[in-house]
C-alpha cells in the first residue's frame, strides 16, 4: 500500500476530509474538526489505542514499522509504515480503530451518518 491509496481509504471513512493545515507534502485527514490519520510519504500517523498502553501492543508486534508519534504519542498514537512489514488489512483496521477511537470523542450531533456502521 502507497501512500495514495492510503489517502484514498481514509477518505473514504463518512464525513472525512483533507486538510493541509501545515503545508506539508501530503494532508491530515479529518472528521468533524479532529485529526484521525496524518499521512506522509512512507508512513501513516494512527491513533493506536484509547491508552498508550494498547498502542504500544504495534510496538511491540512490528518493533521496525511503528513508532511513538512525536508530540503526541503519550496520547497512543503510532506511525505505521507503509510497504513494510505490516500487511495491508492490518494498516487499514489500524485506520479504522483510529477513525472509531476519534469520532467516538465527538458530540453526537458532530458524529456523521454510517460513523459506526
Request: overall charge negative; charged content about 25%; aromatic content about 10%.
Amino acid at each position: 500500500m502507497d501512500v495514495s491509496e492510503m489517502e484514498a481509504y481514509c477518505l473514504s471513512r463518512p464525513g472525512a476530509w483533507p486538510d493541509n493545515p501545515w503545508g506539508h507534502e501530503h494532508p491530515v485527514i479529518k472528521v468533524a474538526d479532529k485529526i484521525f490519520a496524518f499521512l506522509a510519504a512512507g508512513s501513516v500517523g494512527v491513533k493506536g489505542g484509547a491508552t498508550r498502553d494498547v498502542a504500544d501492543e504495534w510496538l511491540q508486534r512490528y518493533p521496525d514499522d511503528a513508532s511513538v508519534m512525536a508530540y503526541i504519542g503519550r496520547s497512543g498514537w503510532n506511525n505505521l509504515a507503509l510497504r513494510g512489514a505490516i500487511p495491508d488489512d492490518e494498516l487499514l483496521e489500524a485506520v479504522d480503530e483510529s477513525y472509531r477511537l476519534v469520532v467516538a470523542k465527538l458530540p453526537k450531533k458532530h458524529r456523521p451518518a454510517g460513523w459506526d456502521s
